[in-house]
């Protein structure tokens, strides 16, 4: 008992943190996206794809977690948008302040989409709001199409799943219909899209997806 009420304790400052977080990206008018999922699902090249193609339409900027290093960090500053590395020291996951932190360090005037590349992690990063305005999960086909129902909470807490390599759906025993009709078992809202980073395949499918996210919460800024 005693750990739960501490767990409780710890979530629930984060809680208020996030809050703050959410209420200054409101008025900022900044559309932030938490990009969560397994290590090695193609998040960091997901994003150097979405720079190239959305950059020259909407003002972006970057927080990048991991563990250790700040090579993600280094690949995103070559497109020249605003970018912090956060290294977690073995944490598992962001947290509410340290998002906080990050955004004190960042220029962000007239930055129109956040994008948060969280620790690589299907458990811990679904526990810890941001203060983002949603959760876009990554999905690899090289990785099991149950992930759904051994994570639920993760694919519960998020508004989009990115279904990424494709291009490798010939060479993997992956079904996407299956990884589907779990995932919507867990969270039948769910928006899919399927793409390949790597070759750009289907990547219209997310930028257009971006865009209209951003516009129906910001009508005529884009």
Same mark, same amino acid.
């Given at each position: 008992?005693?750990?739960?009420?501490?767990?409780?304790?710890?979530?629930?400052?984060?809680?208020?943190?996030?809050?703050?977080?959410r209420?200054?990206?409101?008025y900022?008018?900044?559309?932030?996206?938490?990009?969560?999922? *397994?290590?090695?699902? @193609?998040?960091?090249?997901? +994003?150097?794809?979405?720079?190239?193609?959305? %950059?020259? /339409?909407?003002s $972006?900027?970057?927080?990048?977690?991991?563990?250790?290093?700040?090579?993600?960090?280094?690949?995103?500053?070559?497109?020249?948008?605003?970018?912090?590395?956060?290294?977690?020291?073995g944490?598992?996951?962001?947290?509410?302040?340290?998002?906080?932190?990050?955004?004190?360090?960042?220029?962000?005037?007239?930055?129109?989409?956040?994008?948060?590349?969280?620790?690589?992690?299907?458990?811990?990063?679904?526990?810890?709001?941001?203060?983002?305005?949603?959760?876009a999960?990554?999905? *690899?086909?090289?990785? @099991?199409?149950?992930?759904? +129902?051994?994570?639920?909470?993760?694919?519960? %807490?998020? /508004?989009i799943? $990115?279904?990424?390599?494709?291009?490798l759906?010939?060479?993997?025993?992956?079904?996407?219909?299956?990884?589907?009709?779990?995932?919507?078992?867990?969270?039948?809202?769910?928006?899919?899209i399927?793409?390949?980073?790597?070759?750009?395949?289907?990547?219209?499918?997310?930028?257009?997806?971006?865009?209209?996210?951003?516009?129906?919460?910001?009508?005529?800024a884009?």
């Open positions: 008992m005693p750990v739960i009420t501490i767990e409780r304790k710890v979530l629930q400052k984060n809680d208020d943190i996030a809050q703050d977080n209420h200054f990206f409101q900022n008018r900044i559309f932030t996206v938490n990009l969560v999922s *397994s290590p090695g699902s @193609g998040k960091t090249t997901l +994003l150097e794809k979405t720079l190239q193609q959305l %950059a020259h /339409r909407l $972006i900027a970057v927080i990048e977690g991991d563990v250790q290093t700040d090579r993600d960090a280094q690949r995103i500053a070559r497109h020249r948008v605003p970018v912090v590395q956060i290294v977690t020291q944490g598992c996951h962001l947290d509410a302040g340290l998002v906080r932190d990050a955004v004190q360090k960042m220029a962000l005037k007239d930055v129109q989409v956040l994008f948060i590349e969280n620790v690589g992690n299907l458990v811990c990063p679904a526990n810890y709001d941001l203060g983002e305005d949603l959760k999960i990554i999905m *690899s086909t090289t990785e @099991g199409d149950d992930k759904p +129902l051994k994570y639920p909470h993760m694919f519960r %807490a998020s /508004r799943c $990115i279904i990424n390599k494709v291009d759906l010939p060479y993997v025993d992956f079904s996407i219909q299956n990884l589907t009709q779990n995932a919507l078992q867990v969270n039948p809202a769910l928006v899919f399927e793409l390949s980073a790597k070759t750009g395949q289907g990547i219209e499918g997310w930028i257009d997806w971006v865009l209209r996210e951003y516009t129906s919460r910001y009508p005529g884009a």
